[in-house]
């Protein structure tokens, strides 16, 4: 396996961390001056939501199958679903079906007729950018179908390939301007290609969170945060708290972005880049590690 096993268990337990430590601001914001306030104000066990959950779900079935199945990786979202975990309701009634038996190509054509292009697919990708990182024709395919099972719109699909093309890129090696080079010959739509030109512009000199936001985005589209957390990632670099402390001074759906931007961090800044004082307070924390590094030998 490309990588080291710290860069995986830094993938993971950032996405896991930073999707814990963004959901108790989100659908607010943005916070300016008062972030780092809240930042010290959470609460002393820290829960993830449903993209974490559903990362661990990629990254199970990657492990378990040694590859991708996209069949059983929709019945692991499935089985693995926990209401308390603030899904949204397009993708509760997708796992439904597929729980039920449904195959997953007509559940999310059933719950949405044009395909999602919600962020869905890109908070939970992550992994995949670990597992495939030196196949970048197999990254891309594996990236699209796995999206597909509950997000089956081009602009969620690459919303979710410029997260987990980032995450290869990071894992070999590649400086940031080189991500974004590679991005530009990867990715298709008018939308990204627009947005990939704004995080060069922005990154040339200090810019404002109304600026990120007014470029960017911070919604749950797919195109308004999957961008942000890249963004936001090549910002902080490898200073994991301060790439999440500046996705929640973003505000909007900050439990994604900063889970998208915490994996990217977290796999540059590897294990020993991520304070030890937060992991011990992240749910479940043990087993996203052991979790990584079953994804990291698996390979
Ligand atoms: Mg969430």
Known sequence: MTGSESS????LLGLALGDALGAPFEGHGPFAAEVETLFNRL???LRYTDDTEMAIGVAESLAAKGGFDAEHMARRFAENFNPARGYGPGTIAVLGMIKRGVPWHAA???VF???SFGNGAAMRAAPIGLFFAEDLERLKEVTFIASSITHDHALAKEGALLITHAVS??????SNNEILDEL???IE?????????????????PASTETVIERLGHSVLAQESAPTALYAYMRGGTDYPETVRLCISIGGDTDTICAMAGALSGARAGFEGIPPELIERLEDSDRILDLASEL???G
């Open 8 to 11: 995986f268990t830094g993938c």
């Open 43 to 45: 609460p002393p066990a």
């Open 108 to 110: 999310n054509r059933a």
């Open 113 to 115: 007729p044009e395909g």
């Open 169 to 174: 890129g990071i894992i070999r090696g590649r």
């Open 184 to 186: 530009s010959g990867t």
């Open 189 to 205: 739509t008018e939308e990204y290609r627009g947005k990939l030109d704004a995080i060069r512009e922005l990154l040339k000199a």
């Open 296 to 298: 990291y030998r698996a």
